[in-house]
Structures are given as C-alpha cells and as structure tokens.
C-alpha cells in the first residue's frame, strides 16, 4: 500500500471556526509532512514529523496546530484563519527524515480549503 | 542559500520527445528528485539522482551533472496525459526532510 489518505477533500470554513485536517499513511514511513500550495506555485513546507516528534516548524503561524497521535496519522488544527490561508494542504510522507531518504516523498491528495 | 530554476512553462506535441532542465545552487549535494503534479492532483514522485548520469524508467529519464550543477527531465513518446507541472527539488542541506523545490514546469501536449 502506496497510498496517503487525507480527509477532508475540501473544506469551507468562517475565520472564527476550528477544524482539523487528517492525514493517515501505512507504508511504515517514519517521516510525515504539512505543505501548503498555493495555485501555480511549489509546495511550500510547514511541519516535519520524525519519529512523532516534531522536528521541523517553518515559522509557520500558530493558527495552525500540528499533532501526531501515532506513526501513521497526522492532524492539522485550524483555528482564527485568515482568507490567505485558502489553498492546498498537503500531507507527505517519506520513509525517514535524513537527505538520503526524504528525497521521495509520497503525497496525498490534499485538502483543498476555503476561508471565507 | 539554495536555489532551483527551471523554465516556467513548456509546449510539445503528443509523440514528440520534450526536456526541462533544471540548474540548482546549493553548498551540500544529496540529490536531485523530479516529481509530476495534474492540475488539482498531488505531487507524484518520478526520479532521483544522486550520481552523475542517466537514469531512465519507461517513458521518463533524468539526468544530472553535478560538476554543471544542472540535470533534466526527458519525456519520450508524450501523451496527452503528460500534461502537467514537473517540479525539481532538493533535499536542504542543514534541514533533514526539508524539500527546496524549483518554481515548476508547466508542460502543454498539443494533438
């Protein structure tokens, strides 16, 4: 199984709601990830996960919340968002975090989100 | 810092052979990858080199000259379902599983 699975396909949200964003993988990968992409532009990193810690922060603010429960799910709390937080969220995996092995990563589908 | 350019967009017919190349600069090297995105789809993985050279898996090859700081993505026998953005991308060299990506390539198959 290839396959990272994210929930919700899209998502419509006011800037006072909370939501969260799910992202699960099987392939026993140690390393997940948060990108945002906008539209015409590369993924842009947030969070790293290595061994369900929390390695990398990409100064990203703290209106989104990252949580790793256990190796294969990966959450994104939303919280007070902004209309410039609409875009793509992307979860990735790879098999560990070091440069030797974070150069394929395997990509959900996304979360495509609207903030109204 | 490190810094990836590719072309911003391609056009090519279906059949043809295409290449986007990509220049990088970066102070550690651990490789370059490729990775295809459809418009509305996700990135998907293509290919990586890490050593000088060819590497070719069906329809798709890349290469890489690290003395050139340079490699490409060549795309044989393009279909339509081609169509879509070719990023490069580089591991960071002092951030573990951070990606640098290049700004992407939009390639266009004209029948």
């Known amino acids: 199984d290839t396959e990272v699975t994210q929930t919700p396909k899209h998502l419509v949200m006011g800037m006072t709601n909370k939501k969260s964003l799910k992202c699960e993988q099987h392939?026993?990968?140690?390393?997940m990830y948060w990108y945002k992409q906008k539209a015409k532009k590369p993924p842009e990193l947030m969070f790293v996960?290595?061994?369900?810690?929390?390695?990398i922060n990409e100064s990203v603010p703290s209106r989104f919340s990252p949580e790793c429960p256990n190796s294969s799910l990966l959450n994104l709390h939303l919280h007070a968002l902004q209309p410039e937080d609409s875009a793509l969220y992307l979860c990735?995996?790879?098999?560990?975090?070091?440069?030797?092995?974070?150069?394929?990563?395997?990509f959900g589908p996304g979360t495509r989100l609207t903030v109204t | 810092g490190q810094s990836l350019e590719q072309p911003s967009e391609v056009t090519a017919v279906e059949g043809a052979i295409v290449q986007i190349n990509c220049t990088y600069q970066?102070?550690?090297?651990?490789?370059l990858s490729w990775y295809q995105q459809h418009d509305g789809g996700a990135p998907t993985f293509l290919s990586y080199n890490a050593l000088d050279g060819l590497e070719e898996t069906g329809r798709f090859s890349s290469f890489l000259s690290r003395s050139d700081s340079y490699g490409y993505l060549l795309l044989q026998e393009l279909q339509m379902k081609d169509s879509a953005s070719y990023f490069c991308a580089l591991p960071a060299d002092n951030q573990g599983g951070k990606l640098i990506f290049g700004q992407g390539t939009e390639l266009s198959v004209k029948p």
């Open positions: 970066t102070s550690g090297f651990y490789g």
């Open positions: 392939m026993g990968h140690r390393a």
């Open positions: 990735a995996s790879s098999q560990g975090q070091g440069p030797g092995l974070s150069y394929e990563q395997y």
């Open positions: 996960y290595s061994y369900e810690k929390l390695s």
